[in-house]
Every structure is written in structure tokens, then in C-alpha cells.
T-cell receptor, first 113, second 111 residues
Framework: IAGITQAPTSQILAAGRRMTLRCTQDMRHNAMYWYRQDLGLGLRLIHYSNTAGTTGKGEVPDGYSVSRANTDDFPLTLASAVPSQTSVYFC????????????FGEGSRLTVL | GQQLNQSPQSMFIQEGEDVSMNCTSSSIFNTWLWYKQDPGEGPVLLIALYKAGELTSNGRLTAQFGITRKDSFLNISASIPSDVGIYFCAGRPQGAQKLVFGQGTRLTINP
């Protein structure tokens, strides 16, 4: 059982480059989320999607965009990466939008130089 | 936005000791959850709490939803090496749809 699959596992990126982090779930969950994890700050919500075809902004959305063309996939795009976007990014899903019971992927470590 | 204060930030204990950590907020929360993150992995849900005063156990773990709805604690009894990791509290503020996470408690165990 795969659950949530994220790719790439890690990436070093030059500032100004465009980058897409991929996330796929096989649990048929309605809601999906992107978080970033930074030391001392915990997990902060970037964007979310309550159901396929809809997206919403989280706590720290600037510089990021998402799309939800279908139930399974929820890619996160950095249009023009900056060093402050160096972080570990976690994709998560939940059966519904109103449950706090999230299932997380293993993370994508991104370094922007 | 909403903030959760999680403490302590880190703990260094001996194997076999009991552990206690907590989260507090200045506002009311409808849901409290506790997650654990092992090194190099994503967080995994340990316990979910949905009612004020609720006390729930999961093996050696016990968590409570504070009666004021502004706090929660997690206790780990008789710690073992595999308890090492980062523990996050998370809560859903009253009137909000999305979770807020605490800063995490990093647990280190000396054998």
C-alpha cells in the first residue's frame, strides 16, 4: 500500500528556477494539503484542496501555486524559487476536509541556492 | 493567525522514564491531535481528541483534551528507544477549517 508518494525526495535548485513537487495518493481521499517544515516553526500550511477541482490558500501561500485536476494528484509549483523556500515539503491527505486525521508523505527536501 | 505553544521544545531522558509534553492556545480549539515524526519520514497520527475532557490512550501513550478547550497534553510511559522523534500537537480552532500545528517537541532517549 503506497499511501502518499512524493517526488523528488530531494532537490538542489538554483534561485529563479521553476520547480514542481509531485504528490500522488492512492487512498481516494477528498482533501489534500501541502505543508512546509522549518526548524522551530513546525508545519505550516501552504495550500490545500478540499476536493478535486478546488484549491485554497493556507498560512504561507506566497510564491507557490497548486492544481487539483483529479482526486489523486496535487502538485506544488514554485514559479521562481528563492532561498527562503529552502525547506522540507510534506504532502498530506485526509478522507474529508473537516477531519484532522492527516496522512503524510515522506517529504521532499528542497534547497534553493 | 492562530498559534499553538508546544513545550518543551526538546527533551533528553533515560530509557524507561515517563515523558510529558503539552500544547496551549489563547483561543478555543474543537479538535486536538498528536502526531509523531520519525527521522526522515512524514508525521504519523498517534491520537485524535474531539471532546473537551476526553482522555484517550494508545498503548503507552495517553493524551487529554483540556477542559477549557485551550490545551492538550501527551504522556508517554516507560519510554523505549523507538519513541525517539519529534512530536507535534495540532488543533482545529473553533470556526476554522484547517489544522494549526505546534512547533514540535524533539525527544531524545539515552539507553
Amino acid at each position: 500500500i503506497a499511501g502518499i508518494t512524493q517526488a523528488p525526495t530531494s532537490q538542489i535548485l538554483a534561485a529563479g528556477r521553476r520547480m514542481t513537487l509531485r504528490c500522488t495518493q492512492d487512498m481516494r481521499h477528498n482533501a489534500m494539503y501541502w505543508y512546509r517544515q522549518d526548524l522551530g516553526l513546525g508545519l505550516r500550511l501552504i495550500h490545500y484542496s478540499n476536493t478535486a477541482g478546488t484549491t485554497g490558500k493556507g498560512e504561507v501561500p506566497d510564491g507557490y501555486s497548486v492544481s487539483r485536476a483529479n482526486t489523486d494528484d496535487f502538485p506544488l509549483t514554485l514559479a521562481s524559487a528563492v532561498p527562503s523556500q529552502t525547506s522540507v515539503y510534506f504532502c498530506a491527505s485526509s478522507p474529508g476536509a473537516n477531519t484532522g486525521e492527516l496522512f503524510f508523505g515522506e517529504g521532499s527536501r528542497l534547497t534553493v541556492l | 493567525g492562530q498559534q499553538l505553544n508546544q513545550s518543551p521544545q526538546s527533551m533528553f531522558i533515560q530509557e524507561g522514564e515517563d515523558v510529558s509534553m503539552n500544547c496551549t492556545s489563547s483561543s478555543i480549539f474543537n479538535t486536538w491531535l498528536w502526531y509523531k515524526q520519525d527521522p526522515g519520514e512524514g508525521p504519523v497520527l498517534l491520537i485524535a481528541l474531539y471532546k473537551a475532557g476526553e482522555l484517550t490512550s494508545n498503548g503507552r501513550l495517553t493524551a487529554q483534551f483540556g477542559i477549557t478547550r485551550k490545551d492538550s497534553f501527551l504522556n508517554i510511559s516507560a519510554s523505549i528507544p523507538s519513541d525517539v522523534g519529534i512530536y507535534f500537537c495540532a488543533g482545529r480552532p473553533q470556526g476554522a477549517q484547517k489544522l494549526v500545528f505546534g512547533q514540535g517537541t524533539r525527544l531524545t532517549i539515552n539507553p
